[in-house]
T-cell receptor, first 115, second 115 residues
Framework: AQSVTQLGSHVSVSEGALVLLRCNYS??????LFWYVQYPNQGLQLLLK??????LVKGINGFEAEFKKSETSFHLTKPSAHMSDAAEYFC?????????????FGIGTKLQVIP | EPEVTQTPSHQVTQMGQEVILRCVPI?????FYWYRQILGQKVEFLVS????????KSEIFDDQFSVERPDGSNFTLKIRSTKLEDSAMYFC?????????????FGPGTRLTVT
């Protein structure tokens, strides 16, 4: 069984400020972890993923996330927010075995960037 | 860059009618999925499909739902008799079979409105 908890359904930051979106997961087997972004009226775009190896992963648009097994967390960060980062962000998990394994999503965090 | 496509982008139907949502996965992908997102809620897994059969399905995917890969390129989701609560954004996704860590690529979604 697996689940994802995203703390904060809405987060507001000023342009240029640090972005921190929190994600905690629960998984009965080692997980693969993902962050997806959804812009208004668009589909889900992969920002970054953790599979194995380095626990700090870098993604597109300057985002990165760190897998912390001891804390079961995979928080998403960006040093300096840009207006174009305003979107909804979904943390997701799937087991690291079984090719057809489903992805379980968190409820999403809407990021607002204030000029 | 290859992408998953979905048609139509928006479908309006009356309760009790049948609808077919269409997806064209990325051409060399082997695993196919449908997810849905009711407005304001999280993205939920519906079904996964591999080797021309359903691999896994959720509780949501009852007898009213079916999937098919009719011609080796399209992947369809049929809802036989739509209910008001079927109104949602439906996402198709596909994944290749070359790596267990491969992510799922999502289409832009079909917004289904049942009146």
């Amino acid at each position: 069984a697996q689940s994802v908890t995203q703390l904060g359904s809405h987060v507001s930051v000023s342009e240029g400020a640090l972005v921190l979106l929190r994600c905690n997961y629960s998984s009965s087997v080692p997980p693969y972890l993902f962050w997806y972004v959804q812009y208004p009226n668009q589909g889900l775009q992969l920002l970054l993923k953790y599979t194995t190896g380095a626990t700090l992963v870098k993604g597109i648009n300057g985002f990165e996330a760190e897998f912390k097994k001891s804390e079961t967390s995979f928080h998403l960060t960006k040093p300096s927010a840009h207006m174009s980062d305003a979107a909804e962000y979904f943390c997701a998990v799937r087991p690291n075995s079984g090719g057809y394994q489903k992805v379980t999503f968190g409820i999403g965090t809407k990021l607002q960037v204030i000029p | 860059e290859p992408e998953v496509t979905q048609t139509p982008s928006h479908q309006v139907t009356q309760m009790g009618q049948e609808v077919i949502l269409r997806c064209v996965p990325i051409s060399n992908h082997l695993y196919f999925y449908w997810y849905r997102q009711i407005l304001g809620q999280k993205v939920e897994f519906l079904v996964s499909f591999y080797n021309n059969e359903i691999s896994e399905k959720s509780e949501i995917f009852d007898d009213q739902f079916s999937v098919e890969r009719p011609d080796g390129s399209n992947f369809t989701l049929k809802i036989r008799s739509t209910k008001l609560e079927d109104s949602a954004m439906y996402f198709c996704a596909s994944r290749d079979g070359t790596s267990g860590a491969g992510e799922q690529y999502f289409g832009p979604g079909t917004r289904l409105t049942v009146t």
